[in-house]
């Protein structure tokens, strides 16, 4: 676990045998600051009480450009839905899934789209009353299979 976690704060040495000196340690400390994982808004009553899940990373203004436009879909439609982030940083398995896709948007437990919003007519669809989500807009990202 220690070994991940220092690979993705980019500590790693290429060595069979390290030891954890302090500047590694202040790295992985100001990785755990860094992460964004979390609730976004919390969702309500009215909306389609859908559960969306953002896979982004700190400093991604792509991510930053979706979570606008999702928020303004809801403050202008008075929709209630709810957005976590997820930090890709902070689990080895989705760093490598995710590393070249984020932003990556998923409703409920499914995926839905990446890179940039499919729009405010088919957020509004599948997020306004009755929740008319059509599935996933193309295919999961998968930068381990590409990589193989």
Known sequence: MIRRAMLLAGVLRATSSFTL?????????????????????????GGSGAKLVLYTKFGCTLCD??????RSV????????ALDAMDITDD??????????IPIVHYGEEYW?????????VLLSALGEGGGWDGPIGEQPDAGKMEK
């Open 21 to 45: 000196s302090a500047a590694h340690r202040s790295a992985l400390l100001t990785k755990r600051m860094m992460s964004v994982t979390g609730s976004i808004w919390d969702g309500g009553e």
């Open 65 to 70: 450009k979706v979570v606008d436009e999702l």
């Open 74 to 81: 809801k403050e202008e439609n008075g929709l209630d839905f």
């Open 92 to 101: 080895f398995e989705l760093f490598e899934r995710y590393k070249y896709d």
């Open 113 to 121: 789209f990446k890179h940039r919003s499919p729009g405010t007519d």
